[in-house]
């Protein structure tokens, strides 16, 4: 029998271990936010967030009452710092919007202990990014003159240009993922409402879970929202990162104006957004002790995945400087020269290569890919390379456009720096004020994977099947 | 265990949804009213001058062509705030003793110009000329109204953006023969259609795309 069991182990890995039940699976992950003392790691974690948010919002103040001059962005790199971390951080958020929406629909039954906080980085990231386009401005304070209303300028803004249709793909991810998020949420928001003993937390929670008693018309309600949400979150998983890469490519700039731009980005996404969820995931099940859900399993997956995408962004690398030599264009091959060994940004792009292209070849033995610890590392490397990335792509292609008299060299200040760890604090303290009020696993779907779930006990067939096909096998 | 919500809450909530969107709804329209009100554009409000000088007396009642104060208009950006010699022209004639013309008399004594006060005040960022208007056939009154009726000047048009491209994209609906650019009194309606596109085609006024370029108007 221990035969059979290992056989289906290797063929259906369990992905809740443990011996759980409804109700103790419940309880571990509830209790993190109700009952466990706060521990002094947290208070560390936030505080070290918290802080760096306090260096954004100096920052912002110092940029909103002298202007964008105090960044390193001019002429000719006029598309410096503020876009290479929007796109960094839109990027990271496409695992989430991956793991919630195309996952689901393909019924991958591994996305469902993840989901929650994948989600709530989606979130977070688009925050983070949001960020970068409203201060680029320069007078945050008009930023709405970039949506369509019968302003008093009797005009409408540029449809044909790329930037407006960013305006348009990243409100609705942020709206989408909002939504998709939080009506993921309410189910349990009334689990913690109905074992909150505190009653503030009972009013916050009961309020958020608005007035969900689990009747079977609010799961049936419930079912097609979600499912409809998925399915309109699918096509922004593409769209999103696809329009962020016409900003790019749209214009006539060598090292821009390429039509690789949209899937090379997207996968781009995808790979840097299961790098930054490696990166969250793997502290929390150790800290949260919360192995029993997020298992070794899941860690493998998204190795695979980032191993999958990152071998697509290193096909894009591989087109972009095929693209530079064969159109045989004066300024093309230039740009491909410049960014690649005759410019004086070479080791930015051989840094790239090696974080993003190099790093991720280790995935494809066992070894690594089952070890928690170099997940995390190669992870780090890969969130780097994603930077990296960007950075190539923005810099050494505006740095060094057609006239050689417009040349100069970009160099970020101080108050690029300090915005953009700002915003890592924006991040970190908004993971970890997610993490302690909020659940991190989405405990309703967790409980659909556990052996009480199946009422039907379809064990017995199964061993049947393993054992017949053993047999078959012997003789 | 006591129930957290007031049995009401669910209706609440629900109705909550309906109001949201009223009240949506209406701040964009109160918006939408509030940024064209003439609190925000300074329209129809009379502006005090330092001279109690009335156009409605001059222009209207005494038939003083714009063109003997504005002497610019035809040939510069500007169409220019006369010098107090323009007055004097007169005024050391017919009412030289008036005390309303004090501050007049006083800028020619002591050769300091009158501080007008502006009326129609364009941003800095919207370039404006005044003479290809008028060499394309926008009448004064066009823009700033009968100003043969005004005792004291005041906007009448928003100056807002919309409506300076109301006409730039469609000239021809504004226009009017060279001969009635100072007539204060012209009537849109007296022109025909054909009449007006053939206006257009006479004066060469560029199409639309031009016209409505970002750097038309900003420089």
């Known amino acids: ?475 | 265990m006591a129930q957290i919500f007031h049995h009401a809450a669910n209706n609440v909530a629900k109705i909550s949804i309906v109001v949201a969107i009223l009240l949506g709804g209406v701040a964009f329209f109160v918006y939408s009213q509030v940024a064209r009100s003439s609190y925000l554009t300074g329209r129809y409000a009379e502006k005090q001058q330092p001279v109690q000088f009335s156009h409605k007396h001059h222009t209207g009642d005494d038939g003083i062509d714009c063109r003997y104060c504005h002497t610019s208009v035809e040939t510069s950006y500007s169409a220019g705030i006369p010098p107090t010699e323009t007055c004097m022209n007169c005024h050391s004639q017919i009412w030289a003793d008036s005390p309303y013309l004090e501050p007049v008399r006083a800028s020619y004594r002591e050769n300091k110009p009158i501080e007008w006060e502006r009326v129609h005040d364009l941003p800095e960022y919207a370039y404006f000329n005044h003479s290809i208007h008028v060499a394309k056939g926008v009448g004064c009154s066009t823009c700033h109204g009968q100003i043969d009726t005004m005792p004291a000047v005041f906007q009448v048009e928003t100056l807002q953006m919309e409506w300076c491209l109301s006409c730039h994209r469609e000239p021809e609906k504004y226009i009017r023969p060279k001969s009635e650019i100072y007539n204060m009194q012209w009537d849109g309606n007296d022109l025909s259609a054909d009449e007006r596109n053939q206006l257009k085609a006479d004066y060469k006024i560029r199409q639309k795309e031009v016209l409505t370029s970002c750097s038309t108007c900003h420089r």
């Open chain 1, 1 to 475: 029998m221990e035969d059979v069991k290992e056989i289906q182990r290797r063929l259906h890995p369990p992905m809740v271990e443990g011996d759980h039940t409804f109700a103790t699976a419940t309880d571990r992950i509830s209790d993190i936010t109700l009952k466990r003392k706060t521990p002094f790691g947290w208070f560390i974690g936030f505080g070290i967030g918290f802080i760096l948010l306090q260096i954004m919002m100096i920052t912002v103040t110092y940029l909103v009452f002298t202007g964008i001059g105090i960044w390193g962005t001019n002429q000719p790199v006029g598309w410096a710092f503020p876009i290479i971390n929007f796109v960094w951080w839109i990027g990271i958020g496409h695992a989430g919007t991956l793991i919630s929406a195309i996952l689901l629909l393909l019924n991958q039954k591994w996305r469902t202990s993840i989901n929650r906080f994948a989600e709530a980085m989606t979130l977070f990231a688009v925050a983070c990014a949001g960020v970068y386009p409203l201060l680029h401005t320069g007078r945050p304070w008009l930023a709405y003159w970039m949506f369509p209303y019968p302003n008093t300028m009797g005009m409408w803004p540029q449809f044909r240009s790329p930037l407006i249709w960013d305006v348009f793909a990243v409100s609705t991810y942020a709206t989408v993922s909002l939504l998709f998020w939080y009506v993921g949420l309410i189910p349990d928001l009334a689990t913690l409402r109905d074992r909150a003993k505190n009653k503030y937390f009972r009013i916050a929670y009961g309020l958020l879970s608005m007035g969900w008693r689990g009747s079977a018309r609010h799961w049936h309600r419930y079912e097609i929202a979600y499912l409809l949400l998925a399915g309109l979150s699918t096509p922004l998983v593409l769209s999103v990162h696809s329009i962020v890469s016409l900003d790019f490519s749209v214009s006539q700039l060598p090292g821009w104006h390429a039509t690789i731009f949209p899937p090379y980005f997207v996968a781009g996404a995808i790979f840097a957004g299961f790098a930054m969820v490696l990166i969250l995931c793997i502290p929390l099940r150790v800290w949260y002790n919360l192995k029993d859900f997020i298992t070794d399993t899941h860690l493998i997956y998204m190795g695979k995945v980032m191993l999958a995408t990152g071998l697509i962004v290193c096909y894009g690398y591989v087109m972009e400087a095929f693209f530079g030599w064969y159109s045989a264009g004066e300024f093309e091959v230039f740009m491909i020269k410049n960014r690649i060994w005759n410019g004086p940004y070479w080791w930015f792009y051989w840094l790239l290569i090696l974080c993003n292209g190099v790093s991720i070849q280790f995935l494809w033995f066992k070894r690594f890919r089952e070890s928690a610890f170099w997940l995390f590392i190669i992870s780090l490397v890969v969130s780097v390379g994603m930077w990296l990335e960007r950075f190539v792509i923005i810099v050494t292609s505006l740095h060094r456009d057609f006239l050689p008299s417009s040349w100069a060299m970009y160099a970020p200040t101080i108050w690029d720096w300090s915005m953009f760890f700002g915003t890592l604090g924006l991040f970190v303290t908004l993971i970890f004020l997610f993490v302690r009020f909020l659940p991190v696993i989405s405990i309703f779907e967790v409980r659909t994977l556990l052996p009480e779930a199946n009422v039907h006990g379809h064990q017995e067939d199964f061993e049947e099947n393993v054992l017949e096909s053993q047999r078959g096998i012997k003789s």
